[in-house]
């Protein structure tokens, strides 16, 4: 009697153990190669030192802070591009998704896995670029002075990540089997993350810029990147069984 | 309904400084769809006659 | 087959006389609209003074500027609205696919797709004329223009898309799952400008005057008969093909 009631318990695991599981897969991965996150952080780097070549002529007047929030944003946009396709090639490379597939694993938990995942790295990676990017440009004289508080500008970073991890995480699963890769990532990741990076982009230069009106400009923007995350994520989420299925 | 609406011989006694580009549209518009219906058509055709001619050659072999 | 040609032909020569027809009315029996903008101060009806380029009084009535430029409502709004529909409609296609998995769904949504981007070219080159005359630019990033050139870089990218997938049924859900996606797109381009502040003009709305909306139903039948040709035009043409190859098999085996 005892045994029959024990049976199902331990053949079902709970989804939470599934999910720690694969988020300690990739966990572990990491700390062993702490590939993704060298190459996502110098990449970051690149991007900024790219910034400070395009910017190097602008001159003693031009204020940064008016393009700080559209540039701080598209290096994170990049960045987490590669880390995207880097993230889905392991698992292609070494038929780990394929095993993945054949284990008793929920599939929806198979995609919050990866996603929260992916999230762990791309957020691990701008604490390190943000203050750096602070440094770099947003340091000199009065263009601190003005900006509305910090807090504001990692909640928008986070409400911006959560999305692009979310959908990315569909995406490059897509991606990473077709023959284009990286570019065929590029070309659906833009156009579907663009309105979520117009909003975010206008609650971050709002915060920097220290607007007038920038509480109420931060909330509605943060607002409607929350809106896009959930119809977003809800849509990638329903959908990912079937890519993986495919 | 009348034959032409008052407002519009009012605005038709203005300069007619935008028809240009409202009759272009227009124009432009007719044009891509025949464009493109007329490329569809043709490839049609030809499809049909590369059919026509491999079912006779189907036709000999069988 | 020849069928099939035969009615899609009938529905573009229809669909020609109806937006024509659409086209002279707007000129002749339709009355002057205002344009609603809905602006930062909340909905305000413009007239005519988004772009003044000269005062002047005709009949009592001041117009910012002889704007005829207004007149593109009876067909590009069509035009948009029909393109929005055939894609919403290769959105189902794409959902019915993915429950039922059968082949012809997935060809059926890729046809509604390219369809609807014709049409989204059609809407695109219709707008930047009139961009032209009553703003004076060819372009401007402002959001309704925004969504919509997203859309179709969506539909540009639905097809990159496909052709980098080699198998077949991974190729259709794939894209599939893709058009899914970018289909949320469509309504956040056609709210936006009645939710944000946005230039561009927003005509259709309740209390429409009759003279205004008999040629604009006319060319939106019209749009929508020419949409359904072009849809089955190619699904004809894709049929050929289809026995084209079966065919060639046969011969070669």
Request: charged share 15%; with cysteine; net charge neutral.
């Amino acid at each position: 009697m005892q045994d029959e009631r024990a049976l199902p318990v331990s053949r079902k695991i709970s989804s939470w153990r599934q999910f720690k599981a694969i988020l300690r897969k990739d966990i572990v991965m990491e700390l062993r190669t702490k590939e993704m996150l060298t190459s996502m952080g110098l990449y970051a780097i690149l991007v900024l030192l790219i910034y400070y070549v395009a910017l190097s002529q602008a001159g003693q007047g031009f204020d940064v802070t008016r393009i700080a929030g559209g540039l701080l944003l598209l290096a994170i946009v990049f960045t987490s591009m590669l880390g995207l396709n880097r993230s889905l090639v392991h698992e292609q490379d070494q038929g780990c998704l394929e095993a993945l597939l054949l284990s008793p694993i929920d599939r929806p938990i198979i995609f919050f896995g990866k996603a929260v995942g992916n999230l762990i790295f791309l957020l691990l990676v701008q604490v390190f670029v943000v203050p750096l990017f602070y440094f770099i440009f947003l340091s000199g004289g009065m263009a601190t002075e003005h900006t509305g508080p910090w807090w504001m500008v990692a909640l928008a970073l986070i409400v911006t990540s959560i999305g692009i991890a979310g959908v990315g995480t569909l995406l490059a699963t897509m991606s990473v089997n077709t023959k284009g890769k990286d570019f065929i990532l590029a070309v659906l990741f833009i156009p579907i993350m663009f309105p979520l990076l117009l909003v975010a982009v206008a609650a971050l230069s709002a915060v920097i810029t220290g607007d007038p009106e920038y509480v109420r400009i931060f909330w509605t923007m943060l607002g409607a990147a929350a809106v896009y995350d959930v119809i977003m994520i809800s849509a990638a989420f329903a959908l990912y069984e079937f890519i993986l299925g495919a | 309904m009348e034959l032409i609406h008052p407002t519009n011989t009012e605005l038709y006694a203005l300069v007619l400084h935008d028809a240009p580009f409202v009759i272009a549209a227009y124009g432009l518009l007719w044009l891509m769809f025949c464009g493109y219906v007329t490329f569809i058509l043709v490839r049609l055709v030809k499809t049909d006659k590369q059919i026509a001619l491999l079912e006779d050659a189907v036709a000999k072999k069988g | 087959m020849k069928r099939q040609i035969q009615v899609a032909v009938v529905l573009i020569v229809l669909g020609g006389l109806l937006t024509t027809a659409a086209f002279f009315m707007s000129f002749y029996t339709a009355s002057v609209q205002r344009f609603g903008t809905y602006t930062a101060e909340g909905h305000v009806d413009t007239v005519f003074d988004i772009a003044p380029s000269s005062e002047q009084v005709a009949g009592g009535v001041t117009y910012g500027r002889p704007w005829l430029a207004q007149k593109i409502f009876y067909f590009h709004v069509p035009v948009a609205l029909a393109s929005f529909l055939v894609f919403t409609i290769a959105a189902i296609f794409a959902v019915m696919f993915l429950i039922k998995k059968k082949k012809s769904y997935d060809t059926r949504s890729r046809l509604a797709v390219e369809t609807s981007l014709i049409f989204t070219l059609a809407t695109m080159i219709t707008g930047i004329l009139w961009t032209r005359a009553s703003w004076g630019v060819w372009w401007e990033w402002e959001p309704r223009l925004t969504t919509y050139f997203i859309l179709m870089i969506l539909m540009v990218a639905y097809f990159v898309l496909r052709n980098s997938v080699s198998d077949e049924e991974r190729r259709a859900t794939y894209a599939a799952v893709f058009c899914i996606i970018a289909w949320i797109d469509v309504p956040i381009s056609f709210m936006i400008t009645r939710l944000i502040p946005s230039s561009h003009p927003v005509v259709f709305q309740p209390g429409m005057d009759v003279t205004n909306l008999v040629p604009f139903i006319a060319a939106m039948i019209g749009m929508l008969g020419v949409g359904y040709a072009v849809y089955m035009l190619r699904a004809a043409e894709e049929n050929a093909e289809e026995r084209l190859d079966m065919i060639r098999e046969k011969l070669e085996a």
